[in-house]
């Protein structure tokens, strides 16, 4: 791509697409005729490729019925170990150590169940006050479950500014109490990057397992768990991803804990040679798949075959690349164009530390949302005060943000947000 000085011209987005090497993948994508889609970060958008890969799924059920466990392109019954050895070089793991299974919770849990072992005085779990709320019903339920009151062994660092997190205060909290830690890898509101190798190898010099909860990152950031030694991951599969509402999420474990229990059993964590032998006696798999707990949702794991064959042909370096150039094009045009309208820009600048979207603040942030939305943005609230801006790099052109910029810079000025209540709607 041609290297040029920021420039706040529709000629200059107009440039930037016409350099950009993924700009075909676009083509591929269902978009809102004449919209704009930058929600990408909480659902990715429908493929060509991923409605084939589930009408596929659905013909095979039409044509085989029981048989397609067995028979076909893709048979049932491998699905989930395909799968995962698709996801597994966008997390840097061995196709062994990923598994398509579940849900982002329902991995949680599984996960703390079997990695969770207190014992002595090591009795608490570790995780920050900014990640998302349902991986904290998790880890409290789970405490519960052992016995433990949340308000005393769930231990949750403070941010000192309500956007970020210091890996020095993460760090401070890593002491001889904590059993088990479990973090974001980028926190969903202001889009922080933590340092996961940094963090990974303080956690192990102190004898603690860590585990990190991928969904804002899986598909816009590469990652290498496995070089970086961190014991477990999850993440969904329905955001960058783009395999559709409800698609079943993943799980990643390193190979070093293969052979452990899992802490919730199921049938199809077996050995997939015994699994049909119906012993009463449970055999794990030898990989990641031994964290499967029931029967795979065929149809909802189907999308993703198509939906993961662009991120083969894109590579995530290249994705990443330009995940960085479009956010922080954004974050340059909103500073010039939307000076003086009380917005504030809430992620991290810098690349090293930012994820996928852009945090953009403002006091009617609900509103605004809404206001976007009538004039064909779709953006993303988060309470009290965020809108998320994400321009997802297979689909998303630099003129898409321009002219979303544009279009907030016009509502502002004629003020149109103020139609509507600054209160969020049943889904935000």
């Known amino acids: 791509m041609k290297e040029s000085p920021f420039l706040s011209t529709e000629e200059y987005a107009l440039e930037l ?7 075909r993948f676009r083509e591929e994508f269902y978009l809102p005729d004449g919209g704009i889609y930058l929600d990408g970060n909480s659902l990715g958008m429908l493929s060509v490729r991923a409605e084939r890969s589930l009408l596929d799924a659905l013909n095979d059920w039409k044509r085989m019925g029981i048989d397609g466990w067995t028979q076909g392109e893709r048979p049932w019954f491998y699905q989930a170990e395909r799968l995962g050895a698709c996801l597994a070089p966008l997390v840097g793991a061995d196709a062994e150590e990923v598994i398509v299974s579940g849900s982002t919770t329902l991995n949680l849990h599984q996960l703390v169940s079997t990695f969770y072992q207190p014992e002595g005085n090591r009795t608490k779990i570790l995780a920050d006050e900014l990640t998302f709320p349902s ?9 519960r479950l052992r016995g433990f009151d949340p308000d005393e062994h769930l231990l949750l660092t403070a941010s000192r500014d309500g956007r970020f997190l210091e890996e020095d205060d993460l760090i401070a909290c890593m002491n001889e109490e904590i059993a088990l830690i ?4 980028v926190l969903y509101r202001s889009g922080q990057l933590l340092d996961i190798p940094r963090l990974t190898e303080e956690a192990h010099k102190r004898g603690i397992m860590i585990g990190f909860d991928g969904c804002h ?3 816009a950031i590469p990652h290498w768990f496995s070089e970086w030694d961190v014991d477990f991951a999850f993440w969904c599969s329905y955001k960058y991803l783009n395999g559709g509402p409800g698609s079943v999420g993943a799980l990643y474990v390193n190979r070093r804990h293969f052979g452990r229990l899992p802490g919730l059993a199921g049938w199809f964590g077996s050995d997939k040679g015994k699994q049909f032998d119906m012993e009463l006696s449970f055999l794990p798999a030898q990989t990641a798949g031994a964290y499967q707990i029931g029967t795979p949702h065929i149809l909802s794991m189907a999308p993703l075959f198509g939906a993961l064959s662009m991120f083969e042909e ?12 479009q956010t922080g094009y954004l974050m340059e045009l909103l500073a010039v164009e939307l000076s003086g309208h009380g917005f504030a820009i809430g992620n991290p600048p810098g690349d090293a530390r930012r994820g996928g979207h852009v945090c953009l603040e403002h006091p009617e942030a609900a509103r605004i949302c809404k206001a976007l939305k009538e004039n064909g943005v779709i953006p993303d609230f988060r309470a009290p005060n965020v809108i998320r801006l994400a321009p997802v790099a297979l689909y998303t052109s630099y003129h898409d943000v321009w002219r979303a910029v544009q279009i907030l810079k016009r509502i502002m000025e004629e003020r149109t947000y103020e139609r509507y209540e600054n209160k969020r709607g049943v889904v935000a």
């Open 135 to 143: 991986d904290i019903y998790a880890l409290q339920s789970q405490l």
């Open 182 to 185: 479990v973090l974001p890898t």
């Open 17 to 23: 697409d016409n350099g950009d090497d993924l700009a």
């Open 217 to 219: 990152s899986v598909g």
């Open 314 to 325: 894109a590579g995530i370096d290249r994705i990443r690349q330009k995940s960085l150039r």
